[in-house]
């Protein structure tokens, strides 16, 4: 699960970590009250959308202006007039895709006397079951551009989950950034702050970009986004009051009701499959014969009729779809069990697309036997590239 940056930086604050001040403003009417609080003479306007590169983004609506995502006022008038042309309109950015993303909320901020940029994560390395640091001095960039024209000015390292953080972790961050003296001590404590709200709250990321340096000599955390483990939030309900869900497709929403690993994709055939490895071997294969899925989903080995009714109701409500292809390998998920959730999806939302399915595993011929009786227009396939060809053929033809 993700959060908006004032909510993130909000969150943080609550563990001492350094934020400048700032107010959510909701509508333009209270942006004038949001800047008289804060004092100015600087303030910056920014858009709350779960997608980063903000400041470069553009809106589609002319009315909008041009000056991005992200903008700095000189006065509460202005301040107003940016949070009339923002919020309503749609943000195009480097990570929403063409279609953009409709701002809805946005956070004025002090305006900050800024000396140096850098660039500070935190994130579960799943390769050696420890936290990791990611630390830059290139900071207000995209770090994947810095790693790969300068892979040497970042510095990564572990934290050992049996010891926590330490204070020779905080040095290596102050060293990592070039900062000594008082910045050096404020960076220490800095990853120390930082590694405790991660922890605590059962975050899977947490990104500073930019972290900053004040011209007053102050560290500050100018720039926060930060996710959640969605497995852990059942203990953190003021977390998941967090969640704002015009942020999320609506699919993927009814999904997580579920219990369902879904993902939307561009594509136009809808894929139902059971385990993570074959259901990326399943849009692999859908790609090389010349089609793109329509979503990632993954029913789980242990899905019931219910569930996988559910999960074939979601794949035909994506207008986008043209095709579908089930693809299931049953193992403690039994083929009969997939075919008679298809059957009920199938009669309840009805079938207006091709539907091609591939049973092998526990109960086969007992599943086939379900769809091959159910009087279902029903394409059967023996493997996953006689399945992969009859549904781009399928959809290719109508």
Known sequence: MNIHEYQAKALLHEFGVPISRGAAVLR????????????????????????????????????AGDKGGVRIAKSVAEVNEFAKQMLGATLV??????HGKQVNRLYVEEGSDIDKEFYLSILVNRETSKISFV????????????????????????????????????RIVAKALGLTGGLAKQAERLATQLYTAFVAKDMAMLEINPLVVTKQGDLRVLDAK????????YRHPDVLALRDETEEDAKEIEASKHDLNYVTLDGNIG???????????????????GM?????????????RAKVTAAFKIITADPNVKGILVNIFGGIMKCDIIAEGVVAAVKEAGLK???????????????????????L??????????AAQKIVKAVKGS
């Open 353 to 375: 697309v091709p539907l091609v399915v591939r049973l092998e595993g526990t109960n086969v011929d007992a599943g086939k036997k379900i769809l091959r009786e159910s009087g």
């Open 226 to 233: 930060v996710s959640f483990d969605d497995n852990a939030l």
């Open 292 to 304: 793109a899925p329509a979503n990632f989903l993954d029913v789980g080995g242990g899905a019931d």
């Open 28 to 63: 333009a009417s209270d942006s004038d009250a949001a800047a008289k609080t804060l004092g100015g003479p600087v303030w910056v306007v920014k858009s709350q959308i779960h997608a980063g590169g903000r400041g470069k983004g553009k809106f589609k609506e002319a009315s």
């Open 271 to 289: 894929c139902m499959v059971n385990g993570a490895g074959l259901a990326m071997a399943t849009m692999d294969i859908i790609k090389l014969y």
């Open 135 to 170: 630390v830059s001095t290139e900071g207000g960039v995209n770090i994947e551009d810095v790693a790969h024209s300068a892979p040497e000015k970042i510095v990564t390292f572990s934290v050992d989950p049996a010891t926590g953080i330490m204070s020779h972790h905080g």
């Open 377 to 386: 227009n029903v394409v059967p396939a023996d493997d996953l590239d006689d």
């Open 93 to 98: 950015t480097v990570q929403t895709g063409s």
